[in-house]
Structures are given as C-alpha cells and as structure tokens.
C-alpha cells in the first residue's frame, strides 16, 4: 500500500514518522533517488501553481470589486501597455486607501470582512490534516496509515462559519467534540462546536469568528401592526439575536421552558423579552399570564397588568396559583381527550402560561412541608401533561442542583445563562452539553443576557442573548396591551385547601358563639 494512498472514506496523512518505514519502496541507485526527489517537485510545483490559480479565480469571485479592480488593470494593460497598466494599478491602490479612510463601513462590508472570509476558508484546508492529527482526532488503519476525518465543504458566513466533515472509521464526533479547543486556538476563533449532521457519519462544525452578542439587543417593540403584523406565531417568538447573527426564534407552543443563571446573569431579561413577544397575544386574548412571583412582586408587579393572575403574595397564594393550573390541565385534558393531539390557542381556549420567578423557592424553600410538597405536586401535573393542552410552564431558577429543582428534566427547553461552576451545566442543559460548547461557566458578568439554549431531543447547543427591555418600556407595554381578563385568587378554581378554610372557619364560628 503506498503512503498517501486513500482508502474509502478519511483522508490519509503523508509523511509522517510514525508510518511504517517499510512501506516506502526506496531507490537503490543515487540517480534513481534524484530522479524521483526531482519529479516529486515538479509535480509539487505544479499541484501548487494550479491551486494559487483556482484560489485567485475563486477570490476575485468572491470579492467583486477586487474583480472589478483586476479586469480594469488588465484591459488598460493589455490596450495601452505596461506603463498605463502600472499606473492603474497606483490609482486603483489610492482609490482604494481613500475609500477605506472615508468609508470604513462599506469598506468594510464590501471588501474588508469578504478578504479576511476568504482566508478563513484557505487556512481551514490548510491546517486541517496536521491539527487533526496532532490534536489526536486521528486512527491508524490495518497498513498502519494515519487518518483523519476529511474536510467535505466549508461555508463562510458573516460572524459564523460551517464546516462540514466525513468522519473516518475510528473517529466519533466525541474526538472531535475533545479537540473544540485545539481547533478554536488553531482557527483563531472565539468558539468551535460541533452539530450533528443529517447524514450518518458527516457532522458539522461551526466556528464562530466574530461575537455578535457583545452589544445590548433592542427589543422589537411597537405598534401592534409593526411588532406581529401576522399576528403572534407562538411557534416563533422574537427574544433576541443568536451566535450567528440570526434572530433568535423561540417555540413556546407545546414546551416548558427553564431559565437558570446565577444573581444577575439576566433571567429577568428572558422573561421580559418573552412577554414583548407575547404581548399582542395576551391583548387579543390567546394568551394568558399566570404570574408566580416570590418575591412579592418586585418583578411582575412592574407589569401587572399584563397577568390574568397574579399571586406575589404569600406563599398559600403562590401554591394556589399553581393549582389552580394544573387542574385546568385536567379540565382541559378531559375535553380534549380524543378531540386533538396539540392544543391550537383560540380566545375561548387560550395558550396558558405560567410565569414562575424563581422556582426553586415554590420547590425547595418553602418552610410549610405540606406546602411544599403541594407545590411539587402541582409543577408535576403541569409540566407532565400541560404541554399538549396548551399549557407552559416559564421557570427562572438560580440554583440549579437536584435537591432545588426535581423536576428541572421536564422542562423540554432549557437555556444556560452565567452559571456559577461548571457542574451546574450538566444540571441544566443535561450531560455532555459542556462537552458540545456550552460554557456557562465562562460568559463574562458583562454580558447579561447571553446564555446557551437546548432543546429536548437535541444535541445541539445554540448561544443566544436575550433583548434588553428595561423598566420604562415594560410600563408601556403593560398599558399598551393588558390582558382582557382579570381573575383574583379566591375565584381561581376549587381550591384544595377548602377544607381547612372550613375548619378555619367552624373554629371562628365556635369562638363567636
Ligand atoms: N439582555 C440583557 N442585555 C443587557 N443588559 C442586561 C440584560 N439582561 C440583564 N441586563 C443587566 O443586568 C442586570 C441584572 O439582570 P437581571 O436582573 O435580569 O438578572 P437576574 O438573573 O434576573 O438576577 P436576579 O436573579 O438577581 O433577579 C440588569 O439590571 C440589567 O442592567
């Protein structure tokens, strides 16, 4: 087998100490060697004349105006004669340095960034084969060849790249998943992860080379014709910008969703990003807010008017709320039984969310046990079987650890935000998503907001930041768009805890008498 030969699918490393020295076929004779070291630089030589060829044709594709600049010198060259062409060249140099200095954006835009993309592209073939196998993402075949996984096709973007790759036999994207690091220092980028891919033994990888998600994201707010013109498609809410520059689109319909994030890592920012979404919704009346706020309404009661109910109160009110949820699960799964598999929101049956700030202090900090554990009760009903009929559950939640939050793996969509320790992100994105690239640990306090999402049944890990909504624009949107429905708390349903009220009740009735 000669070195450098490729078998099936990888592709193989040349020239390497450790392949089998005896799988070179050597030259006896000095000439025979010399011949062949000559032919192989020809040969080289050539392979690389053609390749600089493609390259340049592909650039001067890629980049127009650098097409445009190449065409004008060689038609002045080739009509006029060297000396004009020389002086085009100058020209089309000077015109170029005052664009930039006058015009850095479009500069920028048309020929700067479309440059440095291009270079991306050659530098990721270039490097490829050699960090691979040096970042041990490599097997040996049975002639004791080297290989590595091949580079099929790259994909430039603005702010993101993709790169799509074969594995070879040996190699499992948990290799590649090992290497991220090497391969984000190799490709200067700020983050590599790895996707799977719909093909069986293709993943993708995306390098991400430029943070869009450094600047504060204004939230999309206005009229309610500028803001859901088509009316809320609650499939795909508007909370802010992904990695790639993309909005970021949330499903809402059918999901619960979790938010952890350690003290001011921007839980609050999600949330409110969420109701600038649901807002023309909750007015129109296909969407209704139930609020849970332990901390006695400091940060729903900005808002109030947007709930339907709000229980801030104690935490009899806060448990009650909940109830009263998840027995409208139960109504609802009963009517519905048979009928339709999803719930589609109208206003006779809206989309119920329910809106809980910090959770953790319904599951785990409650002092009253049988409290507590009717607290737990509910969140299970609601999370197990609200889904389907049109019931979701919003939880903000800063510690994420099993004895807090039991039932954090009901949550079908789960979002990172800063996270204090690295434990705590296989607690909420599930095991191995660290490994993909979620390193809540590592967002900076400066950004607040910014977070990883993932979704149930999914590998992949998406970095999101949420908009920045701040207290003024939440006053105008509670005014401009208030729920139609208002409901307090002793009306919510029937509540439980009737008989002790009873009791409570025959208790006062005797003191009277
Ligand atoms: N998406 C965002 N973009 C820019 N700044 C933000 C964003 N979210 C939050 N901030 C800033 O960070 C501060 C803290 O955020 P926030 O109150 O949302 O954190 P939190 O996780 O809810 O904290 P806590 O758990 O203490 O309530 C805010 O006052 C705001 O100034």
Redesign the pocket.
């Known amino acids: 087998m000669p070195i450098g030969h490729t078998v099936g699918r990888g592709a193989t490393i040349r020239r390497r100490a450790d392949v089998q020295p005896t799988l070179i076929e050597p030259s006896r004779t000095f000439l025979g060697r010399l011949r062949r070291r000559g032919l192989l630089a020809v040969g080289r030589m050539f392979v690389l004349v053609v390749w600089g060829a493609v390259m340049a044709a592909w650039l001067l594709a890629y980049v127009p105006v650098l097409a445009a600049a190449t065409a004008l010198v060689a038609v002045v060259w080739s009509v006029q004669g060297r000396g004009a062409g020389l002086a085009v060249i100058a020209l089309v140099g000077v015109a170029f340095y005052a664009w930039s200095r006058a015009h850095p954006e479009t500069w920028e835009r048309f020929v700067a960034s479309r440059v440095w993309r291009f270079t991306r592209r050659i530098r990721y073939r270039w490097v490829w084969r050699d960090l691979l196998a040096a970042a041990d993402v490599r097997a040996r075949d049975a002639h004791h060849v080297i290989r590595v996984p091949r580079l099929l096709w790259v994909r430039l973007g603005r702010h993101a790249d993709l790169l799509t790759v074969q594995l070879c036999p040996g190699v499992t994207p948990e290799h590649l998943e090992a290497a991220a690091d090497a391969l984000r220092a190799e490709f200067r980028a700020l983050e590599v992860r790895v996707l799977p891919h719909q093909r069986r033994g293709w993943v993708s990888l995306r390098v991400i080379c430029a943070d869009t998600l450094l600047g ?2 204004a939230p999309p707010m206005g009229s309610e014709t500028e803001q859901a013109p088509h009316g809320v498609d609650l499939t795909a809410l508007h909370l802010g910008r992904r990695e790639d520059g993309e909005p970021w689109l949330l499903r809402l319909l059918g999901r619960h969703l979790l938010v952890a ?1 350690a ?7 999600v949330v409110a990003s969420l109701l600038v979404a649901l807002a023309p919704a909750i007015k129109a009346g296909t969407v209704r807010l139930i609020g849970i706020d332990p901390k006695g309404g400091m940060e729903f009661g900005l808002y109030r008017d947007l709930f339907h109910l709000l229980a801030c109160e104690t935490e009899e009110d806060m448990v009650r709320a909940l109830e009263a949820a998840a027995d409208l699960v139960a109504e609802r799964a009963r009517s519905l039984a048979g009928v339709v598999r999803l719930h589609t929101p109208t206003v006779d049956a809206p989309l119920i969310v329910v809106l809980v700030d910090e959770i953790a202090s319904l599951t785990a900090y409650i002092s009253d046990k049988a409290l507590k554990e009717r607290a737990k009760q509910a969140l299970g009903r609601l999370l197990t079987k609200g889904r389907a009929v049109g019931v979701s559950v919003v939880g903000c939640v ?1 510690d994420p650890r099993k004895d807090v939050l039991e039932v954090r793996n009901l949550f079908t969509t789960r979002i990172g935000l800063r996270l204090a320790e690295k434990t705590e992100v296989p607690m909420v994105l599930g095991d191995g998503a660290r490994e993909r690239g979620a390193l809540c640990d590592r967002i900076p306090m400066s950004t ?2 910014v977070g990883y999402l993932v979704e149930d049944g999914s590998t992949v890990v998406t970095k999101v ?4 909504v701040d207290d003024e624009q939440l006053r105008w949107l509670a005014a401009t768009y208030p729920s139609p429905s208002r409901e307090v708390l002793p009306e919510v349903t029937d509540l439980p805890d009737k008989p002790r009220r009873r009791k409570r009740a025959a208790g006062e009735d005797r003191e009277a008498s």
Do not use: D
């Open positions: 504060t994201i994030g003290t001011g890592a921007g839980k609050s920012s800063q607040p907001g930041r949420a908009a920045y």
